[in-house]
């Protein structure tokens, strides 16, 4: 598999989770990954068990100056960029009234606002190779919402316009934009939030009651969504742009929601 030969990409968010499983399916692929996470732990872990085609980068998406930093370490060492995936994100419950400023604020910096310092500083990269792909990992909940999650909610409804917006912003640069929209997926992330509701019973136990109510009858794995992400940021999918793309093991379906074209 060389299907991200040459290539220089981004990560954020790629230590844990479906943004490490987009890592080593860059990696796999022969393209060199650039692991950004704020855990320099979980970073040294992630590009341990990728090898040599992946470096890290410890730097908070919140920050103007570490996304800065963190795109100019992979030109440095890649020379340029040319595929960023925007990984990192939170969840947090909540309703607009029992949700903290300081709670609300955090799940937006994270999940929108990380994307839009990533990208400032990924898109003139990506002009001098001549174009580029920018995917961003958004939620079924941009679509149907659970109840006592707002900001979450918010956060991902705001990545698919975002993104969209970016695609037209970019398209004369030939660079695309993407969302990739899952349901419940396996990840750390995931497991925090059985812990926290499973009651009387397992984190297993609950996620596998979460997985029942997919028709497909389980959680997703960081790997599905990997190869979903890897596919539209590579040259096969150069006619996809301003897309927002379920991976959702038929949930949306089964809730009778239709997302126009």
């Given at each position: 598999?060389s299907?991200?030969?040459?290539?220089?990409?981004?990560?954020?968010g790629?230590?844990l989770?479906?943004?490490?499983?987009?890592?080593?399916?860059?990696?796999?692929g022969?393209?060199?990954?650039?692991?950004?996470?704020?855990?320099k732990a979980?970073?040294?872990?992630?590009?341990?068990?990728?090898?040599?085609?992946?470096?890290?980068?410890?730097?908070?998406?919140?920050?103007?100056?570490?996304?800065?930093?963190?795109?100019?370490?992979?030109?440095?060492?890649?020379?340029?960029?040319d595929?960023?995936?925007?990984c990192?994100?939170?969840?947090?419950?909540?309703?607009v009234?029992?949700t903290?400023d300081?709670?609300?604020?955090?799940v937006?910096?994270?999940?929108?606002?990380?994307?839009?310092?990533?990208?400032?500083?990924?898109?003139?990269?990506?002009?001098k190779?001549?174009?580029?792909?920018?995917v961003?990992?958004s939620?079924?909940?941009a679509?149907?919402?659970?109840t006592?999650?707002?900001?979450?909610t918010?956060?991902?409804?705001?990545?698919?316009?975002l993104?969209?917006a970016?695609?037209?912003?970019?398209?004369g640069?030939?660079?695309?934009?993407?969302?990739?929209?899952p349901a419940?997926?396996?990840?750390?992330?995931?497991?925090?939030?059985?812990?926290?509701?499973?009651?009387?019973?397992?984190?297993?136990?609950?996620?596998?009651?979460?997985?029942?109510?997919?028709?497909?009858?389980?959680?997703?794995?960081?790997?599905?969504?990997?190869?979903?992400?890897a596919?539209?940021?590579?040259?096969?999918?150069?006619?996809?742009?301003?897309?927002d793309?379920?991976?959702?093991?038929?949930?949306?379906?089964?809730?009778?929601?239709?997302?126009?074209?």
């Open positions: 598999m299907d991200f030969n040459g290539k220089s990409i981004v990560v954020t790629g230590s989770g479906m943004g490490l499983a987009c890592a080593h399916r860059f990696a796999a022969g393209g060199k990954v650039t692991i950004v996470a704020n855990d979980s970073v040294d872990e992630a590009v341990t068990s990728i090898g040599d085609n992946a470096a890290g980068f410890v730097g908070d998406v919140r920050s103007k100056a570490d996304m800065n930093a963190a795109v100019q370490a992979a030109v440095s060492r890649h020379g340029g960029v595929i960023l995936a925007c990192a994100g939170i969840q947090r419950y909540g309703t009234v029992d903290a300081e709670v609300w604020d955090d937006l910096d994270i999940n929108l606002k990380g994307i839009f310092l990533a990208s400032k500083f990924a898109i003139p990269e990506m002009r190779r001549g174009g580029g792909a920018i961003a990992i939620s079924v909940q679509y149907a919402s659970q006592g999650v707002a900001a979450y918010a956060s991902k409804g705001a990545i698919n316009a993104v969209r970016m695609a037209l912003d970019h398209a640069d030939n660079i695309t934009v993407n969302a990739v929209c419940s997926i396996d990840t750390p992330m995931l497991r925090w939030a059985a812990d926290l509701w499973k009651g009387e019973g397992t984190v297993e136990a609950t996620l596998e009651t979460w997985g029942k109510g997919h028709p497909l009858g389980r959680v997703g794995k960081p790997s599905e969504v990997a190869e979903l992400v596919f539209l940021a590579s040259e096969k999918a150069r006619f996809i742009t301003g897309a793309i379920k991976i959702d093991g038929g949930v949306l379906s089964k809730l009778g929601i239709v997302i126009p074209d």
